[in-house]
Nanobody, 128 residues
Framework: QVQLVESGGDMVQPGGSLRLSCAAS????????MIWLRQAPGKGPEWVSV????????YYADSVKGRFTISRDNAKNTLNLQMNSLKPEDTALYYC?????????????????????RGRGTQVTVSS
């Protein structure tokens, strides 16, 4: 049974930091590209960052580039997202998902990732 369980969400002030984690189980984590997405109230889902198989190059949405860092620990079946310099517009439900299919030609802002499993998410609120 595939399970993805996020943790680490909280309320923080602008400029603060959080570290999200996604614990994966029930499948061979190391052979799947993994992704963090988020959904703010009243908005559609937005991809945030991708950690492909085997580590190496990672990908970020323009809105978080330079502030967020994704990492994966294949030995612990864990996907992480370090979020620094948080802004009120980062407020959203963050969730991890298991990607399907080939990677896109470019990880553009309008890319719609295909995934088959996702977690329930963890809430991040950035407010003073």
């Amino acid at each position: 049974q595939v399970q993805l369980v996020e943790s680490g969400g909280d309320m923080v002030q602008p400029g603060g930091s959080l570290r999200l984690s996604c614990a994966a189980s029930g499948f061979p984590f190391s052979i799947y590209d993994m992704i963090w997405l988020r959904q703010a109230p009243g908005k559609g889902p937005e991809w945030v960052s991708v950690a492909p198989i085997g580590g190496g190059r990672t990908y970020y949405a323009d809105s978080v580039k330079g502030r967020f860092t994704i990492s994966r620990d294949n030995a612990k079946n864990t996907l992480n997202l370090q979020m620094n310099s948080l802004k009120p517009e980062d407020t959203a439900l963050y969730y991890c998902a298991r990607l399907l299919g080939l990677p896109p030609v470019t990880y553009s802002s309008d890319w719609s990732p295909t995934y088959d499993y996702r977690g329930r998410g963890t809430q991040v609120t950035v407010s003073s």
